[in-house]
């Protein structure tokens, strides 16, 4: 009854090992009916490699008269092959002679399958450890080497100089010193149960070694830890390639700083993700404060860019803003990502300066057209202006010299005022030029210093007082009690000269001439004061056009006098950058027939006791 209900396949042979029963379990085992194998020998359905192997166990059962296993390959009915472990014993009677063999089988296909993929990872594993440069280990508790591979042991007579095996009491003292202390933590953790990795570091040959090591707890089947399962590889290229990572990111960035240049990325609704560049600062923006913000919001004025910007795979445009003396000029060129989300990604240029010095190279070129015109206008001066008056000199001297024994004492007076008109204008013309020169030349200096510009009037009227007489003109100097201004006292001079020089040339014998110094212009918004000096006379006077274009650079104006007298139009040149200099203003107040006012402020000195120059 136990060999019909039994799993293994039970079987009965005649001394020389024919089958005389076999039990029904061989129907599921190798799908033969028991009858088929009655009379046969198991040789005939063993596999052709192992049928020395079963021959070599039948015959050691006679010679041992003990019982024998052996594994064996056989044939199904299929004749697919399966694996079986058979044991082998004799049946004796009572006399001793050997009667029977009965043999106990059982299908270990699945075992010899799980033992032959266990050995081969077994092999495999052996060969990774063996080849692999990574450090593998395991210990006890106690710290008793389990396991380890080359590359540990290899890794220990390294850096500490002691051959070690599986079996030998691995402490902590091996370790290096400077992470004695660190290990003990490591070991403390994976042996209360803790999953985790740790990056160490220690000197070695005067070199770093970093190693990253991942420990795992090994637990018994009650889940208590007995030991711990240790990997180790390390890591010295990748952190030194990381931190090369990160410096040559620091020095991208560090270009971009400095850079003017616009990096920047933004969602397909304009949101700005990530922006970087010096090139921010000219938008009045810090690196990332753009992030968050909207182009749209941003940069109002240049929807139709930005839309063309989404619709483009690439797209290349200029653009402009910025408040005047701030503006900001950008080169973009605009990739969509090619994802299909819309999103793009920007690379603008910083051409700000560029388009600042486009303008001042115009700025320049008009500068040479005013410069040409000056340089046409001191020709004419020399060719004409100049010779007319020493032609003049020398007649009247040649004359005085050849026939003043014929000439009366009126003739003589009348001469000597016409030399004198002459010698005054030409000194005046080459004090013009002189000036001039050094201005346009940039040899002037500018020493502005506290300076009483009544005073100063004063001593220009003197210097004018034959020519205000020779036309009996009328003159009067309102000055008020504060006058001091803070200006170079020489281009101060300057303008007074010409403009009261202009307004004897225009205003006809018997007219007037008044000068006001002290009404004060309101203050600036920097808290400078300023002060006004007017010059009005009764004169011919200007029409509309000629005293909008008086102080213009481009246009020259030379009209002669009410007495014929020339000028070269040097003198408002002059009185208009000398002003400037100071910071200052100068204008005219005119119309035709009814004289003329000019106005100029300078800078008032500040109120403080001292002496004037």
Known sequence: ?????????????????????????????????????????????????????????????????????????????????????????????????????????????????????????????????????????????????????????????????????AGDHCPVTLLPPEVQSHWIEYYR????????????ESEHSGQTVYYEHFFNPIFDSERKVIGAAVFGRNITARIAAGKQTREQSQLLDGILANLPVIVFRAGADGLVTQSQGAGLRSLGLQEGQAVGQNLYDMFPHLKDQLDAMYQHETISFASEGGEPGSEWCFENHVFKD??????????????????????????????????????????????????????????????????????????????????????????????????????????????????NIGQLCTEVLDLLQLNLKNKKINFHLDIRENTRVYADRRMAQSVLRNLLSNAIKFTPAGGQITVQIGNDEPTGTDGQKWLIVSITDTGVGMDEQTVSTLFDAKVSHSTRGTAGEKGTGLGLSLCRDFVAKHGGRIWAESRRGEGSCLRFTLPKAPDVTGVLL
């Open 189 to 200: 953790r994976v042996f209360g149960g803790e999953r985790f990795s740790a990056i160490s």
């Open 338 to 451: 090619e994802d299909d989300s819309g999103c793009v990604t920007g690379f603008g240029w910083d051409v700000s300066k560029e388009k600042a010095t486009e303008r001042m190279l115009r700025h320049q070129a008009d500068q040479m057209m005013v410069l040409n015109a000056e340089k046409d206008r001191l020709f004419s001066i020399i060719s004409h202006d100049l010779r007319g008056p020493l032609t003049g000199i020398i007649g009247v001297t040649d004359l005085l010299g050849n026939g003043l024994d014929a000439l009366s004492n009126e003739e003589i007076e009348f001469l000597a005022a016409n030399l004198h008109v002459s010698a005054t204008g030409l000194l005046k013309l080459l004090d013009n030029l002189l000036e001039w020169a050094l201005n346009e030349s940039g040899r002037m200096n500018y020493d502005p210093q506290p300076t």
């Open 1 to 165: 009854l136990l060999s019909e209900n039994s799993r293994d396949v039970l079987a009965l042979h005649t001394p020389d090992y024919r089958y005389l029963y076999v039990s029904p379990s061989v129907r599921d085992v190798a799908g033969y009916n028991p009858a088929e194998l009655v009379g046969r020998l198991p040789l005939d359905y063993v596999h052709p490699d192992d049928i020395a192997l079963v021959k070599n166990a039948q015959e050691s059962v006679f010679e041992t008269k003990e019982v024998n296993s052996i594994r064996y390959r056989t044939r199904r009915k299929d004749g697919s092959y399966l694996w079986m472990e058979t044991h082998l014993r004799m049946i004796r009677d009572g006399s001793g002679i050997l009667t029977h063999l009965q043999t106990s089988s059982r299908d270990i296909s699945l075992r010899v399958q799980a033992e032959e993929k266990l050995k081969l990872n077994e092999h495999n594993l052996k060969a990774l450890l063996a080849t692999t440069e990574d450090t593998v280990y395991s210990i006890t508790t106690d710290l008793q080497l389990i396991t380890c591979n080359s590359a540990f042991s290899d890794t220990v007579l390294k850096y500490a100089g002691v051959e070690i095996r």
